[in-house]
């Protein structure tokens, strides 16, 4: 086992029950461990460690598993046990330590769990990554950025699968709108364990389509396991001359990139209504986009746009 196992003995226990909201887990002391939070922490580095974790907590009597990328829930989702569940035993899986950003300007980077999936990607941000560093490194590698949050320790793991609104969204749309494909680890046939998936906005199957839509504003939640998000980059978006582009110094102004804007561009299940292919908010007024995704009559996520 390459994970790193945190009990209550350990002295590093009670800061690592706890993530940015200090209200949180209930009945939270500087400095010492609470009886409403974590009873284990595991210190995950590869989607190899996260199934391992899964399977040693969920076999504990009672075991229950959250996930946590960058730790910034608001609620006590990742930290709190269950309410009126006194002999629950949690253990939160950390994967804060799966953070590289990954590029290939030839578009050849697969799924690394399920590898023999056609798809394929030019960029790939594990989950674990925080913002700032995901911002750093793709205006780095690549000269792009992506329209995400503006607190700079926020995971990428829970703020892209719960939209991810900033800066840029009014004329970039959300950071979900960006996400085409996700590796994931789901729950197992048993309820006892993970096994990994790879969906994507192309997949062809109904079930990986909700999947996959689930992962583009639905909301991180606990029963979900992401380890890496998948992302092409901002290309058709990345006007030259954008507003806020070289001020902030992370919008790219390559002008490669508006050559794929015809199908290269990421986008969510439900595609843009006004302009197929893009994602809509690509005026150079900086304007809102009009209507964000098409209306599908009986889809998920559908109903709320426009
Ligand atoms: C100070 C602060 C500033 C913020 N600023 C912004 C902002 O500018 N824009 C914006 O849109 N939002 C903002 N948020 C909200 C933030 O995007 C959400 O709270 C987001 O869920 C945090 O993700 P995380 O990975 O850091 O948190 P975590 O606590 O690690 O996770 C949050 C939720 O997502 C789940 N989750 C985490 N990782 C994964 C994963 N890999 N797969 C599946 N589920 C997962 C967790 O189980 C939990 O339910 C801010 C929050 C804070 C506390």
Known sequence: MAFDLITVSDRRHSSLQKGFNLRWPLGNLQGQSSPNGANLIYLCRSPQDIMDAAAQALALPHGRITVRSGGHCYEGFVANKMPDS???VLSILDISALDR???DASGQIGSELSPTQPF????RLEAGSQIWDSYS???????KTLPAGSCYSVGLGGHICGGGYGLLSRKYGLVCDWLSGVDMLVPDSHGKGLEPRHVSRDSTQQ?????FAACCGAGGWSIRHYHQLLLQGPAASAQRGAVAGDGMGLVSTDPGGTKQSAGGLPAMVCQPSEQPGHLGPGDQTGNAPR???QYHPGHPL???GG
Do not use: T
């Open 101 to 103: 950003v990954v590029y």
């Open 302 to 304: 559908c109903g709320q």
């Open 86 to 88: 006194p002999d629950e």
């Open 120 to 123: 394929r990607y030019r960029f």
């Open 207 to 211: 079930d990986e389509l909700d999947l």
């Open 291 to 293: 209507a964000h995704r």
């Open 137 to 143: 490194a793709l205006y780095k590698q690549a000269n």
